[in-house]
């Protein structure tokens, strides 16, 4: 199994395992390669349907109008690419809806600290939606946008992506408007899928998880059965 950080640079010891006739499963993050048969699947979420989920949930909540600062992902990595593009193309169809700035907060919970309090200071008011790549970045521009002085969920709409607990209960209090799930639960789905490679079972080459969006309508209900 590879959890690969970066899409790209693996064709080499992947290349090396198929010699070895080690069939490789990867989870949670895709990559970039001119010859899939290097790998046997892919088990994990599907980072474009994630970022258009925040695109269309942000564009009704709006009504199609903000300027958005956008706090991405490790630069390189397969999740902030898809959601930025995805993001991105959602967007595309409504005029008013601007994309201002954006940054790397290198999916850390200082990062997106440090991100937003240099956003709003160059920026300032002008800014009404944070769009992060994940969770912890998203709780950091909550803490930079309270010590500014505003109220997150009202004064600036925050969406973000991993559905987190923490990020759910923020949600419920309004602190946050909405997060869209990249479940990490896919142990199970590994395992039965390493069981039928073995057994000489062809298998699809991507395997997503059904994700959930959260927002006011439905983050309470959800915080008792929360895995994580």
């Not at 959602?90 to 309090?117: C, H, P, T, W």
């Not at 969920?153 to 997060?179: F, P, Q």
Request: hydrophobic share 40%; net charge positive; proline share 5%.
């Amino acid at each position: 199994m590879l959890a690969p950080i970066v899409e790209t640079g693996w064709d080499a010891v992947l290349r090396e395992a198929k010699r070895a006739k080690i069939p490789v499963i990867l989870t949670d993050r895709t990559i970039k390669t001119s010859d899939e048969s290097l790998y046997a699947c892919f088990i994990g979420s599907d980072f474009y349907a994630e970022g258009k989920m925040a695109a269309d949930w942000l564009a009704k909540h709006v009504g199609g109008k903000g300027n958005i600062v956008e706090l991405q992902g490790t630069p390189g990595a397969a999740p902030p690419n898809e959601r930025r593009r995805a993001f991105a193309d959602g967007i595309k169809r409504y005029s008013g809806l601007k994309i201002i700035d954006a940054q790397s907060g290198n999916f850390e919970r200082s990062g997106g600290k440090q991100v937003m309090e240099a956003f709003l200071k160059k920026h300032g008011k002008p800014i009404n939606v944070v769009y992060a790549h994940n969770d912890d970045m998203a709780l950091g521009a909550v803490q930079a946008i309270e010590e500014a002085g505003l109220k997150p969920g009202k004064d600036i709409t925050l969406v973000s992506i991993d559905a987190i607990g923490e990020a759910i209960k923020a949600v419920a209090e309004g602190r946050l408007n909405c997060t869209v799930e990249c479940s990490p639960l896919f142990g199970p789905q590994v395992y039965d899928t390493i069981a039928k490679i073995l057994a000489g079972e062809k298998v699809p080459k991507k395997i997503y998880n059904q994700d959930e969006l959260f927002d006011v309508k439905n983050a309470a209900k959800a915080l008792p059965t929360r895995k994580y």
